[in-house]
């Protein structure tokens, strides 16, 4: 038996590198077959059929309005600069369907153009710590294809109601936050199915929670929770994957 057990140890070192390795192949040969661009001068010569745009340190203060002239643009790549706004030209790729614009720290807001991004699915807009997070959730809460959400790391003490009206997601992080709790309205997500509340102060969630009957996996380490309030969490959801 020990034997065995000793032969199945050394098979799965052997394996599971093989297995992480064969996942970042797939996923880089998924990014090879799209046109991508690493710098704006790069970018201007594919302007055509430029798929994918990652401008990221580049200390940009802002993003020039010839942005809009990328028509078949599906992922721009713009955190860790120095945006103070985003030009309307941004709002007009009608095929993005990623945008991230985490750690802008001078960024105050996200204009209610963004609802012309019918396609967008995935938005990364963590670590700006000035925006208006009411009006953000607002103006992105028709986009009916919008399904993942990262705001971590926004130093939020209180997550506003209106988070509610985001009703379509699927993956939502707030992990990395102060919040010490969370708004009913959070019931009203309906279909989400992965939340991360990770590194918060919170110890304790609101009843309405339990209205998440599509949530598959829960990140609630690094807050406050007793291990007897974390009994009845897990009793909410007996086919969750946790990380406590």
């Not at 046109?35 to 401008?55: G, I, M, P, R, Y």
């Amino acid at each position: 038996m020990k034997k065995m057990t000793k032969y199945l140890s050394v098979l799965f070192i052997m394996i599971f590198p093989l297995c992480l390795f064969s996942q970042e192949i797939v996923e880089q040969e998924e990014t090879d077959n799209k046109v991508v661009a690493d710098s704006w001068e790069d970018a201007l010569t594919k302007k055509n059929e430029l798929q994918v745009l990652t401008l990221v340190f580049k200390d940009l203060e802002n993003l020039p309005a010839e942005i809009g002239s990328f028509r078949k643009l599906e992922e721009i790549y713009l955190s860790d600069n120095k945006l103070k706004s985003l030009p309307s030209e941004l709002f007009t790729l009608s095929g993005l369907k990623m945008l991230d614009i985490s750690r802008n720290f001078y960024l105050k807001k996200i204009p209610s153009d963004i609802s012309k991004l019918t396609n967008l699915e995935f938005l990364k807009f963590g670590f700006n710590e000035e925006l208006n997070y009411a009006e953000t959730f607002q103006n992105i809460s028709g986009l009916q294809k919008l399904a993942n959400v990262d705001i971590m790391g926004n130093q939020l003490v209180k997550l506003p109601p209106e988070i509610g009206k985001l009703s379509q997601i699927k993956s939502l992080n707030l992990a990395n936050n102060r919040l010490s709790a969370l708004p009913k309205e959070i019931g009203q997500l309906a279909h989400l199915e992965s939340l991360d509340l990770s590194q918060n102060q919170l110890d304790n969630l609101p009843m309405e929670i339990k209205n998440l009957k599509n949530l598959k996996h829960l990140k609630i380490h690094g807050n406050r929770f007793s291990d007897e309030k974390i009994s009845e969490i897990k009793a909410m959801f007996p086919n969750c994957r946790f990380d406590l």
